[in-house]
């Protein structure tokens, strides 16, 4: 799940609300050297994005003594919010700063920089029960010039982004989603909730918000250069925008703004549609395996929620990318740190201590592999699956069925796997234009994104500033490497 605020998302979590583990944590000691401790252990500072747990202290006093028991390390996991957490880890990398361990921030670019460190000895040989696990699509996705610099965490290895819809209101008005499967397919219910609600968003979307489709993006989906997924046989770059499905997406979009489906303020609003909320009917969310349909959404709300797929169940390498764990480059304790990162994601009782909560209080065994959730399980009070750890190795709730989890591995085997899949595109030669072309973009893309604006006005402007910025180079670029890629 990746709903209004992007990453910021419930994606690859097995069968929890999660509160996405991170937090606004001080820095002020990341400059220490804090490699040694009392008895010989190592103490390793890690990053991670998101929202501190409320009961944090509980959760890594209880972790830290297992970690301490099997490797004789302590972690010190400092966090930093959503809003803060490019501009505040580009300033720690570029800085210098000593840390060990981070949620991977722009993860090719910084790899190509030499940010982080090499993986592709250290990862088999101190995370040998972890990595031995990893679905080939993670290693895969993850090679830059040839070589592994993050440590993927194993959940949804493939993903489909979703409408979905808060359950409650198709029950009070009768409302039927049977037939969706597209943006256009929503137009009838999304007509008749308005009509019904005019003060509840409709479709809840926000800044940064970027209209889907079924694409794979080199640069991500900010950038105006994609690969349409459905071309196999001959993948081209082109910009998103200048596609006719894209371009069909976003008059409707235009449609829906000025007929008040939309909010008003999409194009400048931050604050976002809380899922656990009665303020939306309809958002976007991504989904993959481990979400086990709308499991993983309905714990999160706290209410039932009900989604319709709108794109492919596509293996790609932004997806496979979309939860990494890198080692600093300039971490003292790379072989403990790589060790911490394969405990994690191999040891049952630390990952689901983590995941689900404190034992006895938020939950309790209900069979080998299974839990019953208890009162003490509430928001706030876990980390996230999706970016957290192997999700393979997670506990599922009681109320789970078998045959959801063999249609989980059904649906893993069935997915489509990306021509470009492992493809890194290297900026070394067009710098320049991509920041030129990520200003132009600043400009144009969440008031098209969010219908704010006239398409059939505004996309000949767009084209025209990123041929100026010099657009035509960097996909020239793109697909020369892209073709390589390829042979």
């Known amino acids: 799940m990746k709903g209004f605020k992007k990453v910021a998302t419930v994606a690859g979590a097995a069968l929890l ?19 040694g401790g009392k008895d010989g252990t190592t103490t390793l500072l890690m990053y991670q994005v998101g929202d501190k747990p409320d009961n944090y202290d509980e959760l890594m006093t209880i972790a830290n003594k297992q970690i301490k028991e099997k ?14 957490w490019n501009q505040k880890m580009s300033t720690i990398i570029a800085s210098g700063e000593n840390y060990d361990i981070s949620f991977a921030s722009n993860y090719v670019a910084n790899a190509q920089k030499g940010a982080y460190a090499d993986l592709t000895d250290l990862a088999p040989k101190y995370a040998k029960e972890a990595y031995d696990q990893l679905d080939e699509t993670y290693i895969k996705g993850n090679l830059v010039d040839d070589k592994l610099y993050g440590f993927p ?23 039927n989603i049977d037939d969706i ?27 940064n918000f970027n209209i889907s489709g079924d694409y794979d993006y080199p640069l991500g989906k900010d950038l105006p250069f994609a690969i349409k997924l459905d071309d196999n046989k ?25 007929a008040g489906i939309i909010p008003v303020d999409a194009a400048t609003n931050t604050t976002g549609f809380p899922l656990e909320g009665n303020t939306w009917f309809m958002r976007e969310e991504t989904q993959g395996p481990m979400d086990y349909g709308d499991t993983v959404l309905t714990n999160a709300a706290g209410q039932e929620i009900v989604s319709k797929a709108i794109t492919k169940p596509y293996r790609t390498t932004a997806q496979a990318q979309m939860a990494n764990f890198v080692v600093a480059n300039v971490s003292k304790n790379k072989e403990k740190s790589v060790e911490l990162l ?40 876990h980390m996230a699956a999706w970016n957290t750890g192997n999700n393979m190795i997670l506990y599922t709730q009681d109320t789970l069925s078998d045959d959801l989890v063999k249609e989980r591995d059904k649906k893993i085997e069935e997915s489509i796997t990306s021509p470009t ?3 890194n595109f290297k900026t070394d030669k067009v710098k320049t234009e991509i920041t030129n072309i990520s200003n132009v973009m600043s400009r144009y893309k969440d008031s098209l994104n969010t ?31 892209l073709d390589e890629f390829l042979k």
């Open 234 to 258: 001959n993948p081209k770059i082109i910009n998103q925008y200048d596609d006719k499905a894209m371009m069909d997406n976003l008059k409707l979009y235009r449609k829906w703004h000025e």
């Open 421 to 423: 899949l492992g493809f």
């Open 451 to 481: 219908g704010s604006v006239d398409p059939e006005k505004n996309v000949p402007k767009l084209i025209n500033d990123l041929e100026k910025a010099g657009w035509d180079k960097v996909r020239e670029e793109m697909q020369t490497q």
């Open 17 to 35: 609300l999660v509160s996405l583990a991170a937090c606004g944590g001080s820095n002020k000691d990341a400059k220490k050297d804090k490699s």
């Open 153 to 175: 965490v194993n959940g949804n290895v493939y993903s489909q982004q979703m409408l979905t819809f808060n359950k409650q209101y198709i029950d009070k008005y009768n409302l």
């Open 71 to 84: 490797i004789n390390a302590e972690l010190d996991l400092q966090y930093i919010g959503w809003g803060d």
């Open 342 to 381: 394969g405990l994690l994601n191999s040891d049952p009782e630390l990952l689901n201590g983590l995941v689900w909560g404190v034992e006895g209080k938020a939950w309790e065994k209900a069979g080998e592999d299974k839990i019953k959730l208890l009162d003490g399980y509430k928001p706030n009070t």
């Open 181 to 207: 499967e597209s943006y256009a397919d929503a137009e009838k219910v999304l007509t008749e909730f308005h009509e019904k609600e005019p003060k509840i968003a409709a479709f809840a979307i926000g800044q």
